[in-house]
C-alpha cells in the first residue's frame, strides 16, 4: 500500500481481516505514519489469519502480487475530483518510476483521485500493460447506487445488478438501462414494489449517488470506509482468480466510440488483470452522456506534460 492516509489505512485493515495475503507492506513519505499504521493494524492479526504487517519501502515492491496506490492530496469540501489532477500527477511522477525501477510484475491498483486519469498516467509511467494497472473507477459509486436501489425498493442490495459507467466523478453515467434485481427488469421491480415514479425517482437516486462523496467530505471531511470495502473486493478478485465483472477504471478501445482513454466499464477481472469489456446496452441518451464523460477526460489528459 502506497499511501498511508485514511484510504490507505483503512484499505489495509480490511484488507487484514479479508486474509487473502500472508503480508502487508506500508509505503508512505511519512515513515513513522507508515509503522504507526502497520502497528495499530498489526494488533487485529489474533483476531484474524496470521500475516505480517509492516512499514517498508519500493523495494518491497519488486515480489508483490498486488500495489495499491492511494497517495496523494485527499478531495477537500467544495473541491472536485479533477481539481486535484494536476497535485497528483506530480506525486505520481515521484511514484511510479520508482515501481517500474524494480521490474514490478503484479497488478498495479490505481486508487488516489481523479481515479481515471491517474490510472492513465499509471500506465504511461510504468510501462506495464494496460490490462496490468486498474483503477478503482466506479466500483464504489455502483455500490452505493446498489445500496441506494436496495433501500428504495425494500430488497437485499446483493440482488440489485446495476452500473454506473464513465467517470469516476460528475460526469458519471447511469446505466438504467442494463439495471435488473435478479434479472427481473428496474422498472418492473420498481411497479412490483409500490413505485410508479420511475423519472422522478431515478434522477433522484442518481443525484444522491453522485453527490454522496461530497456530502460525506462536508460532513466528516473525508470518505474511506467504503473505498475501503472497494479495494477489498477487486484485490479478492485478482488473488482468487475470481474472473468477476467490476465497473473498474481501464483503458478503452473502441467501445461506444470511445478510444485511448482510461474510464469505467464492466470488465472480466482476473489474475492477470483486465481480461476483456462486457458489453453493456446503453440507451441512446446514456451511450451519449458517457461518450462525453469520455471526452472531458480525454481534454484533461491533453493538458497533461509526461
Not at 484499505?11 to 506500508?26: C, H, K
Not at 509492516?54 to 469540501?77: L, M, T
Not at 430488497?155 to 452500473?163: I, K
Amino acid at each position: 500500500m502506497i499511501g498511508c492516509g485514511f484510504v490507505g489505512s483503512e484499505s489495509v485493515f480490511a484488507l487484514m481481516q479479508s486474509g487473502l495475503f500472508t503480508e502487508i507492506v506500508l509505503i508512505d513519505a511519512d515513515k513513522n505514519k507508515a509503522e504507526g499504521e502497520a502497528m495499530d493494524i498489526s494488533h487485529g492479526i489474533p483476531f484474524a489469519s496470521p500475516m505480517k504487517i509492516y512499514a517498508g519501502d519500493y523495494d518491497d515492491v519488486a515480489d508483490a502480487a498486488i500495489v495499491v496506490i492511494s497517495a496523494g492530496a485527499g478531495q477537500k469540501p467544495g473541491e472536485t475530483r479533477l481539481d486535484l489532477v494536476n497535485k497528483n500527477v506530480a506525486i505520481f511522477k515521484s511514484i511510479i518510476p520508482e515501481i517500474a525501477k524494480r521490474n514490478f510484475a503484479g497488478i498495479m491498483l490505481v486508487v488516489a483521485n481523479p481515479v481515471d486519469i491517474l490510472t492513465q498516467v499509471a500506465i504511461k509511467l510504468s510501462g506495464l500493460l494496460e490490462n496490468r494497472v486498474i483503477g478503482s473507477g466506479t466500483v464504489l459509486d455502483s455500490a452505493r447506487l446498489r445500496y441506494k436501489l436496495g433501500e428504495h425498493l425494500s430488497v437485499d442490495s446483493r440482488s440489485v445488478h446495476a452500473f454506473i459507467v464513465g467517470e469516476h466523478g460528475d460526469s458519471e453515467v447511469v446505466a438504467w438501462s442494463s439495471a435488473n434485481v435478479s434479472g427481473v427488469p428496474l422498472s418492473e421491480m420498481c411497479e412490483m414494489r409500490g413505485h410508479y415514479k420511475h423519472k422522478e425517482n431515478t434522477t433522484e437516486i442518481a443525484t444522491a449517488v453522485k453527490n454522496s462523496a461530497y456530502e460525506i467530505i462536508n460532513k466528516k471531511h473525508a470518505t474511506y470506509y467504503g473505498i475501503a470495502m472497494s479495494v477489498k473486493r477487486i484485490c479478492e478478485v485478482i488473488m482468487r482468480d475470481e474472473k468477476s465483472i467490476l465497473p473498474v477504471s481501464h483503458m478503452i478501445h473502441g467501445v461506444y466510440d470511445i478510444d485511448g482513454v482510461s474510464l469505467s466499464m464492466p470488465a472480466i477481472v482476473g489474475a492477470d488483470g483486465i481480461e476483456s469489456d462486457i458489453p453493456i446496452n446503453l440507451r441512446g441518451e446514456e451511450a451519449l452522456k458517457l461518450k462525453e464523460s469520455a471526452d472531458s477526460l480525454k481534454k484533461i489528459m491533453e493538458t497533461i506534460e509526461l
